[in-house]
């Protein structure tokens, strides 16, 4: 069992950065992969980024590549989400999953754990 928790998010504007961050509790945190996933209101859950187990590989949504970076610290239990260039189509809760997995994984539904999500609001 995972127990996720993510913080970081808030009101900014466009142009500007913030970093998310997900802490995760239980055991074995370098075999899961980790993934950030964005929602808006009235909009299906979406794909953002994803890192395997080891933090050797990552990969991203096209609309976020070269302005969000995931990142994972072992030895804390804890996955970011470094987010630079906000737009305002950026807006939305923003989720961390946990998958027992060893490789990459984009998919909502191969995720096992899920945390509550921070809202990220990007003003124009």
Same mark, same amino acid.
């Given at each position: 069992?995972?127990? /996720? !928790?993510?913080?970081?998010?808030? +009101? #900014?504007?466009?142009?500007?950065? +913030?970093? /998310?961050?997900?802490?995760?509790?239980? *055991?074995?945190?370098?075999?899961?992969?980790?993934?950030? $996933? *964005?929602?808006?209101?009235?909009?299906? *859950?979406?794909?953002?980024?994803?890192?395997?187990?080891?933090? !050797?590989?990552?990969?991203?949504?096209?609309? #976020?590549?070269? *302005? $969000?970076?995931?990142?994972?610290?072992?030895?804390?239990?804890?996955?970011? +989400?470094?987010?630079?260039? /906000?737009?305002?189509?950026?807006?939305?809760?923003?989720?961390?999953?946990?998958?027992?997995s %060893? !490789?990459? #994984?984009?998919?909502?539904?191969?995720y096992?754990?899920?945390? =509550?999500?921070? =809202? #990220?609001?990007? %003003?124009?």
């Open positions: 069992q995972v127990q /996720l !928790g993510e913080s970081g998010g808030g +009101l #900014v504007q466009a142009g500007d950065s +913030l970093r /998310l961050s997900c802490a995760a509790s239980g *055991r074995a945190y370098s075999s899961y992969a980790m993934g950030w $996933f *964005r929602q808006a209101p009235g909009k299906e *859950r979406e794909f953002v980024a994803a890192i395997t187990g080891s933090g !050797g590989w990552t990969y991203y949504e096209d609309s #976020v590549k070269g *302005r $969000f970076s995931i990142s994972r610290d072992n030895a804390k239990n804890t996955v970011y +989400l470094q987010m630079t260039s /906000l737009k305002p189509e950026d807006t939305a809760l923003y989720y961390c999953a946990a998958a027992r %060893s !490789g990459i #994984v984009a998919g909502v539904f191969q096992d754990y899920w945390g =509550q999500g921070t =809202q #990220v609001t990007v %003003s124009s």
